[in-house]
């Protein structure tokens, strides 16, 4: 089968936006604590929220997503081996459609010293199966992400996004993102937009 391209929008949205959207995915598709491996989701839509030092890692088909949200202090995370064999059982990595996408990490925490480690851990992941993906590393705030297949859409929720800002910001989204985070990389795949 030829690889049919899919382009996933991202937009960053105020924690209000986000919520509501949030409020229209089933509560069963939601990542929550304690934030290892055993709470990812396997879905059309997901979510997850409160992401600090942690690491959020999506890949999709733009069908379904697999969601993980893993927190770098929790020591049922340390083996990143078992963390990639768990996403090798549940997607085809072959498969030519997928994508990818990345977000989290503070880099420099004292108390939560594995948090770039972690997140490096998944960029080497997607570069090792060639998967495609977008990254979004770093920077000073809580952030909340969610995907709907339907829209084909990636959600980060962050409180300093306010629509006033999306405004100053609508012509050129690429300066706000780069704003927020430390590292912004975004797939060829992929379109940011507020």
């Known amino acids: 089968m030829d690889k049919v391209s899919f382009t996933s929008r991202i937009r960053m949205v105020p924690l209000q936006e986000f919520r509501r959207a949030a409020f229209q995915i089933d509560g069963k598709k939601f990542v929550s604590e304690p934030w290892t491996i055993?709470?990812?989701v396997l879905s059309d839509?997901?979510?997850?929220?409160?992401?600090?030092?942690?690491?959020?890692?999506?890949?999709?088909?733009?069908?379904?997503?697999?969601?993980?949200?893993?927190?770098?202090?929790?020591?049922?995370?340390?083996?990143?081996?078992?963390?990639?064999?768990?996403i090798k059982n549940k997607i085809n990595l072959a498969d030519k459609n997928l994508q990818?996408?990345?977000?989290?990490?503070?880099?420099?925490?004292?108390?939560?010293?594995?948090?770039?480690?972690?997140?490096?851990?998944?960029?080497?992941?997607?570069?090792?199966?060639?998967?495609?993906?977008?990254?979004?590393?770093?920077?000073l705030f809580?952030?909340?992400?969610?995907?709907?297949?339907?829209h084909d859409e990636w959600l980060i929720g962050n409180c300093v996004v306010t629509d006033g800002l999306r405004?100053?910001?609508?012509?050129n989204p690429q300066t706000l993102f780069n704003r927020i985070f430390d590292k912004v990389e975004v797939s060829d795949l992929d379109e940011i937009c507020l």
């Open 38 to 40: 055993k709470e990812s």
């Open 45 to 86: 839509s997901a979510y997850t929220s409160d992401i600090l030092d942690c690491t959020v890692c999506g890949f999709t088909d733009g069908q379904k997503v697999l969601l993980t949200h893993i927190c770098p202090t929790n020591p049922k995370n340390k083996s990143f081996s078992k963390i990639e064999e768990f």
């Open 100 to 139: 990818g996408f990345i977000l989290g990490s503070k880099p420099n925490n004292i108390n939560s010293p594995n948090s770039t480690k972690l997140f490096d851990k998944f960029v080497e992941f997607m570069e090792k199966y060639q998967i495609p993906f977008s990254q979004f590393k770093g920077g």
């Open 142 to 150: 809580e952030n909340h992400v969610a995907y709907s297949s339907k």
């Open 167 to 171: 405004e100053i910001y609508k012509n």
